[in-house]
Structures are given as C-alpha cells and as structure tokens.
C-alpha cells in the first residue's frame, strides 16, 4: 500500500496553478528519489520556484529508453467540499483530495515504477526517465515543453502520461484550437433598427452555420469519435436601445484524427463567407488565439503500445481497454514539438474525477497501476 500513502502525501501539499507554486512538492519528490539507490535526480527551474524534477535510472547505453510524465501542478480547489481538499483522507476504497485523480495518483504510481526497478539493483538497456512537471494545468504546459527543449525526449522515446484513463491504454489524443470571431456591423437607434446592421443577429448565423458545418464534416474516429464545438464567450452592444455594432466570440474546436489546423481554419473561413455574402454590410474575420495543438495517434505497432499490452496481461489476467483522450496532455505537446509517435496514457483514475469537488481516486486501481506501470518499464528496459 506504499503508492496509497504516497499519493496522500502528494495531495496534501498544495499545488494549484494558477495561484500556486510546484516548489514545496518538488522539493518531496526530489527527497523521495534521492533516497533511491543509483537515481539521479535534477530539478530544472522552467520559472522561478517552479521546477520540474527528473529522476533517471541510468542504463548501459546513455540515451531515453523510457519516459513516465506526471504533473505536479493541480487547478485549483474551489469551494463547497465535504472533506478537506488537502487531507488525502481514505474512506471506503477511495482517497480524496485535489489532485487526487488528476493527478497525484499517476504522478505516486510512476514514483513507485522507478522505486521497484531502482530496487531491484539491475541496470536497465536505456535510461528511464520519471519526469514530474509544472505547469500541465496551464495554457503552455511549459513543464513538458522544457524537457524537450533541454533534450530530456526526442523523436522516438516511448512516452506515457499517467492522466486518469482508469488504467485504460489511450492511444490518441483530441486536438485543439480556439479561434476569436469578430463580427462588425453598423449601430443605429433601435427606433430604426433598418438603418443599422445587428452585429449580434451576424454572429447567431455564423455560429450557427459553424455547427453545422462541421456536423457535415467526414470525420468520425473509432476511439475519438466526431470533431466537437463549444461557443466559450460572447460579447456584444453597448446598450438595449442601440442596435449592436461589434460582436466578439471564442470558440473551442476539439479534432481527431486525420484532421489538421489547416482544415479549421478553412471551413471557418467559408462559413464566414457565407453568411456575409447574404447579409448586407456585415463583415467578418476570425483569429487563433491559443497554440498549435493538433490530433495525436500513436500507431498500433508501436512497441510502448505493445509493452502495455502483455504488462497489463500480465497483472490482471484480461486485455487492455484501448481507448482516446478528449484533452490535450504533457504526452501530446511531446508528441507535436518532436513528431513523435510513440507518446500515450496510462493511468489510475477518471477523468470524469478531474477538476471536481471531492475529487476521489480507487485505491484499487492506483496498486494496480503501479504494478502495470513496473511490469511495462520492464519489458521495454530489460
């Protein structure tokens, strides 16, 4: 039960982003891997306070072999609990606390990984890796963006984020983009609506026409499922009585695979041209406003795909559950700086626990994951 205790004594040290710093819990797990035989440890200041901490088994040949991701960093607790947020009380086969599913639990059973094979005093072909990092929850996620500045990972280093997939192989990633759509008309009193162009009445059709747009779309992804849209925000008008003439909105557009930024920003641009083409003085353009975050797969031969496959066997006696993730994760950012294929999830947890209130994950399932988590380093380095 040592990974349970573990995971209580990561949530309860705070470490919301925003508001927050990863240092207090970076300074534990550099603690912790210290006291591991042949581990060394590095603390890579990616901003002031915030580190990520590396642990590395060194192998007999000096290159990645293996590379386990957790986040430190959490969002933050919120309000109305039932339970102390950073109490990691156990009840019932389930730890509470935040941070507990997403994803201090991941982030315990990656520890206890590099704690068994360090253990076991036998060096490995390749270096392992177990990378804690800052900043997942942030809209950079510059924790992983670092470790492939800084060389940490390349092109063809097995990759496995422990996000909360309750112990699910996911082998693919939705994408994203956000784009803000500005739409301009001409203001006029509302005695007089005709004399003006509702810049309002404009973006209902546009968002409108959007959804519809894509819902036409080919695309439709065994494990992924179709494309999705969300309308974030909307502003709009000056007053009740005058008719609008500006009109902003964000909207989140989530891919999957085979489809690309490009294809976005392509039938957005012909929706746009379609409603001002029928609606009288209105005008339109639109802007991305987040990073490239574009579909990640991992292809079925993979071998990280493979180890998981006869580790998870191994451990439970049934197969693995292949699934995809609906967010973007330190995995998928990996993936898109160094086009690598092999970058996947496995993990304790559910996403369906992520960012709530009495947030909780399965004792079960965190021994399970880490066993899983050991059996598959093992088939890869050994």
Same mark, same amino acid.
């Given at each position: 039960?040592?990974?349970?205790?573990?995971?209580?004594?990561?949530?309860?040290?705070?470490?919301?982003?925003?508001?927050?710093?990863?240092?207090?819990?970076?300074?534990?797990?550099?603690?912790?891997?210290?006291?591991?035989?042949?581990?060394?440890?590095?603390?890579?200041?990616?901003?002031?306070?915030?580190?990520?901490?590396?642990?590395?088994?060194?192998?007999?040949?000096?290159?990645? +072999?293996?590379?386990? /991701? #957790?986040?430190? &960093?959490? *969002?933050?607790? $919120?309000?109305?609990?039932?339970?102390? =947020?950073?109490?990691?009380?156990?009840?019932?086969?389930?730890?509470?606390?935040?941070?507990?599913?997403?994803?201090?639990?991941?982030?315990?059973?990656?520890l206890?990984?590099?704690?068994?094979?360090?253990?076991?005093?036998?060096?490995?072909?390749?270096?392992?890796?177990?990378?804690?990092?800052?900043?997942?929850? +942030?809209?950079?996620? /510059? #924790?992983?963006? &670092?470790? *492939?500045?800084? $060389?940490?990972?390349?092109?063809?280093? =097995?990759?496995?984020?422990?996000?909360?997939?309750?112990?699910?192989?996911?082998?693919?990633?939705?994408?994203?983009?956000?784009?803000?759509?500005?739409?301009?008309?001409?203001?006029?009193?509302?005695?007089n609506?005709?004399?003006?162009?509702?810049?309002?009445?404009?973006?209902?059709?546009?968002?409108?026409?959007?959804?519809k747009?894509?819902? #036409?779309?080919?695309?439709?992804?065994?494990?992924?499922?179709?494309?999705?849209?969300?309308?974030?925000?909307?502003?709009?008008?000056?007053k009740?009585?005058?008719?609008?003439a500006?009109?902003?909105?964000?909207?989140?557009?989530?891919?999957?695979?085979?489809?690309t930024?490009?294809?976005?920003a392509?039938?957005?641009?012909?929706?746009?041209?379609?409603?001002?083409?029928?609606?009288?003085?209105?005008?339109?353009?639109?802007?991305?406003?987040?990073?490239?975050?574009?579909?990640?797969?991992?292809?079925?031969?993979?071998?990280?795909?493979?180890?998981?496959?006869?580790?998870y066997?191994?451990?439970?006696?049934?197969?693995?559950?292949?699934?995809?993730?609906?967010?973007?994760?330190?995995?998928?950012?990996?993936?898109?700086?160094?086009?690598?294929?092999?970058?996947?999830?496995?993990?304790?947890?559910?996403?369906?626990?992520?960012?709530?209130?009495?947030?909780?994950?399965?004792?079960?399932?965190?021994l399970?994951?880490?066993?899983?988590?050991?059996?598959?380093?093992?088939?890869?380095?050994?």
């Amino acid at each position: 039960m040592q990974v349970v205790e573990l995971t209580r004594n990561l949530v309860r040290i705070p470490s919301e982003n925003p508001c927050g710093s990863e240092q207090e819990i970076a300074q534990y797990i550099t603690q912790w891997m210290n006291a591991l035989p042949g581990v060394e440890v590095i603390n890579e200041e990616v901003l002031p306070g915030r580190p990520n901490v590396v642990g590395i088994l060194r192998g007999m040949e000096n290159r990645c +072999g293996l590379a386990y /991701l #957790g986040h430190m &960093d959490t *969002v933050p607790r $919120g309000t109305c609990w039932n339970c102390d =947020p950073f109490g990691g009380m156990v009840k019932e086969g389930k730890l509470h606390g935040r941070g507990a599913a997403d994803m201090k639990g991941g982030l315990a059973a990656i520890l206890m990984a590099l704690h068994n094979l360090a253990q076991s005093g036998k060096k490995p072909k390749q270096d392992f890796l177990v990378c804690a990092t800052m900043d997942e929850e +942030g809209p950079e996620m /510059l #924790g992983a963006v &670092d470790l *492939v500045k800084k $060389g940490y990972i390349d092109h063809e280093t =097995p990759v496995v984020a422990t996000e909360p997939t309750g112990n699910e192989l996911h082998t693919c990633h939705k994408g994203l983009v956000w784009y803000e759509i500005k739409v301009q008309g001409r203001s006029a009193h509302a005695g007089n609506p005709q004399l003006g162009v509702d810049a309002i009445h404009g973006m209902s059709l546009v968002l409108a026409e959007l959804k519809k747009h894509l819902h #036409g779309l080919d695309y439709n992804h065994p494990l992924l499922g179709r494309p999705t849209l969300t309308y974030g925000k909307i502003k709009g008008g000056v007053k009740t009585n005058v008719v609008p003439a500006d009109c902003l909105a964000e909207i989140d557009l989530r891919l999957v695979p085979p489809m690309t930024l490009q294809d976005t920003a392509s039938f957005l641009g012909k929706v746009l041209d379609n409603v001002t083409s029928s609606f009288p003085g209105l005008k339109a353009s639109y802007r991305q406003i987040n990073n490239n975050r574009p579909p990640i797969e991992a292809p079925p031969s993979s071998p990280v795909i493979t180890a998981f496959q006869n580790a998870y066997h191994a451990v439970t006696g049934r197969e693995v559950k292949i699934g995809g993730f609906p967010a973007y994760t330190d995995a998928s950012i990996i993936s898109y700086m160094t086009g690598n294929p092999h970058c996947v999830l496995f993990g304790p947890g559910h996403l369906e626990q992520a960012h709530t209130i009495d947030e909780f994950i399965s004792t079960k399932e965190l021994l399970e994951a880490e066993k899983v988590l050991t059996e598959a380093a093992k088939g890869i380095l050994y």
